[in-house]
């Protein structure tokens, strides 16, 4: 860092108060996480220099001989993870992943069947804002308001939803989805109406690797995900197929005539269909990552986010609070904040105020707008890698129960903020990282 601090202090200031933020505060956000030092410094490295379009040993450009061996071993790592026959660890991001299965798989107008935004589900998943629900005929299904299957997915609906639109492309996956999913049921239903199976596990990708949920990989037909979330790499993309197949499309290699396989049909929808040069410092730091949680420690890890994330569901249950589903199988608890009298808008900022970050989230069948919420959504990921375990999530809830139901009152917060930078002291980020040297 001494070099930035002297050629640009100013965006040096920026760096060292953002570490402290990270430090000083309780990050809840359930799609973050904290990258060992080893990702950090694979991604600050020289790749970032090298042009590479293409894949190994098929590039545009000159000179990739040392950047094919770092994707090589990031595809071969991400392949031993979960234990399957292909991958690209090309895309960007999660949803530039998504954006190239499209790509793939349908035409523009084509219908999709995926789970709806406002209970649980992701914006490249259909919603109207987003590219997937402007080029394609997107369809819905949901998760049940009352009964048994309160907060979970129906599975005969979406059967019958299913035949009724015969969806081209079936989408699982979701940014606030508590429960697992039945993967051998959605092929069932995939199979009955003529359509492929997607699994974008961008949340949970670090729990299905260690064996902590269900694993997708055999049921579905392309999976994707991101890399930073669970699986605590660096910010990008990944998409996976368990068994490769013949494209269902007819596609076939222009000289030979043979029929493509999906993952050729991938590839190309990364490269040269919506990306150019791959980021190879990022898909460095992928294979630092993979490497990591190919570890016996990273399954602790994540039967240690699991426990935390039940412990603070057990917690927050016992304080009245109304969680989507009554509980949790994952990393994540969504809050629905309405029978404590305060939207998701309010709780995220005087959370905020107390040095706890969360996001504001809807919640199923939520009366108030997206930028409003009546819902919270907290994840114990980022928190469980700085070592925190149930006791000091119970802790947490305690703490943010005392914001929640003082809300308008400045000691309490204060009271609680000083709790926190105690609580953060005694996990600190990054221990020997120094950001001066
Ligand atoms: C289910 C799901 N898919 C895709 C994405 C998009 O990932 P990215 O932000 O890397 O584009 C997210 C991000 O929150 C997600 O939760």
Same mark, same amino acid.
């Given at each position: 860092?001494?070099?930035?601090?002297?050629?640009?202090?100013?965006?040096f200031?920026?760096?060292g108060r953002?570490?402290?933020?990270?430090n000083?505060?309780v990050?809840?956000?359930?799609?973050?996480?904290? /990258?060992s030092?080893? @990702?950090m410094?694979?991604?600050?490295? @020289?790749?970032?220099?090298?042009?590479?379009e293409g894949?190994p040993?098929k590039?545009y450009?000159g000179?990739?001989q040392?950047v +094919?061996?770092?994707? &090589?071993?990031?595809?071969?790592r991400a392949?031993?993870l979960y234990n399957c026959e292909?991958?690209?660890?090309?895309?960007?991001?999660?949803?530039s992943?998504?954006g190239a299965v499209? #790509?793939?798989v349908?035409?523009?107008?084509d219908?999709?069947?995926?789970?709806d935004?406002?209970?649980g589900g992701?914006?490249?998943?259909?919603?109207? /804002?987003?590219?997937s629900?402007?080029?394609y005929?997107?369809?819905?299904?949901g998760?049940?308001q009352?009964?048994p299957?309160?907060?979970r997915i129906?599975? +005969?609906?979406l059967?019958?939803?299913?035949?009724?639109?015969?969806p081209?492309?079936?989408?699982i996956?979701?940014?606030a989805?508590v429960r697992?999913? &039945?993967?051998?049921? !959605?092929?069932q239903?995939?199979?009955e @109406?003529g359509?492929?199976?997607?699994?974008?596990?961008?949340?949970?990708?670090?729990?299905?690797?260690?064996?902590?949920l269900? $694993?997708?990989?055999?049921?579905?037909?392309?999976?994707t995900?991101?890399?930073?979330k669970? #699986?605590?790499?660096?910010r990008?993309g990944?998409?996976?197929?368990?068994? $490769?197949f013949?494209?269902p499309f007819g596609?076939?290699a222009?000289?030979?005539?043979r029929?493509?396989k999906?993952?050729e049909?991938?590839?190309?929808?990364?490269?040269?269909?919506?990306?150019g040069?791959?980021?190879?410092? /990022?898909?460095?730091?992928?294979a630092?990552? !993979?490497?990591?949680?190919?570890?016996p420690?990273?399954?602790s890890?994540?039967?240690?986010v699991?426990?935390?994330?039940?412990a603070m569901?057990e917690?927050f249950i016992?304080k009245?609070?109304?969680?989507?589903?009554m509980g949790?199988?994952?990393?994540?608890?969504?809050?629905?904040?309405?029978?404590?009298?305060?939207?998701?808008k309010?709780?995220e900022r005087?959370?905020?105020?107390a040095?706890?970050?969360?996001?504001?989230n809807?919640v199923?069948f $939520?009366?108030?707008?997206?930028?409003v919420?009546s819902g919270?959504?907290?994840g114990t990921?980022?928190?469980?890698?700085?070592?925190?375990?149930?006791? +000091?999530?119970?802790?947490l @809830? &305690?703490l943010?129960?005392r914001?929640?139901?003082?809300? $308008?009152?400045?000691?309490v917060?204060?009271?609680?903020?000083t709790?926190?930078k105690?609580?953060?002291?005694?996990?600190?980020?990054?221990?020997s990282f120094d950001q001066?040297?």
């Open positions: 860092m001494s070099e930035l601090s002297q050629s640009d202090p100013e965006i200031a920026v760096i953002e570490h402290s933020r990270q000083d505060g990050e809840l956000i359930a799609s973050e996480n904290f /990258v030092l080893a @990702v410094e694979a991604q600050g490295s @020289v790749l970032t220099n090298k042009y590479a894949l040993g590039r450009y000179g990739c040392f +094919d061996q770092a994707e &090589d071993l990031a595809r071969r392949m031993e292909w991958v690209n660890v090309q895309p960007h991001s999660g949803a992943a998504n499209y #790509l793939a349908l035409k523009p107008g219908t999709l069947l995926g789970l935004l406002s209970h992701h914006l490249t998943h259909g919603s109207p /804002v987003n590219f629900g402007i080029l005929d997107a369809q819905f299904y998760v049940e009352s009964g299957l309160a907060g129906d599975m +005969d609906k059967a019958e939803k299913a035949r009724a639109i015969r081209k492309m079936i989408s996956g979701a940014s989805y697992d999913f &039945d993967y051998v049921r !959605f092929r239903i995939a199979d @109406v359509a492929l199976l997607w699994m974008d596990m961008a949340h949970t990708a670090g729990l299905i690797a260690a064996g902590e269900s $694993d997708p990989l055999p049921h579905c037909h392309i999976v995900t991101t890399t930073h669970t #699986l605590r790499g660096p990008g990944m998409i996976l197929i368990g068994k $490769d013949d494209n596609k076939v222009a000289k030979s005539g029929v493509k999906m993952s049909l991938l590839d190309s929808a990364v490269f040269p269909g919506m990306q040069g791959p980021l190879m410092h /990022v898909i460095a730091a992928k630092v990552a !993979f490497g990591e949680a190919l570890k420690e990273f399954k890890y994540a039967q240690q699991r426990k935390n994330a039940k569901a917690a016992s009245d609070y109304q969680l989507v589903s949790t199988d994952n990393h994540l608890v969504l809050i629905d904040l309405r029978n404590k009298g305060i939207s998701g309010k709780a005087v959370l905020g105020e040095e706890i970050t969360t996001n504001k809807m199923p $939520d009366d108030r707008s997206p930028m919420t919270i959504r907290l990921p980022a928190m469980t890698t700085r070592g925190l375990k149930e006791e +000091d999530f119970v802790y @809830v &305690d943010i129960d914001v929640i139901s003082n809300a $308008d009152d400045e000691i917060i204060t009271e609680v903020r709790a926190v105690a609580l953060c002291e005694r996990f600190p980020l990054y221990g001066d040297s």
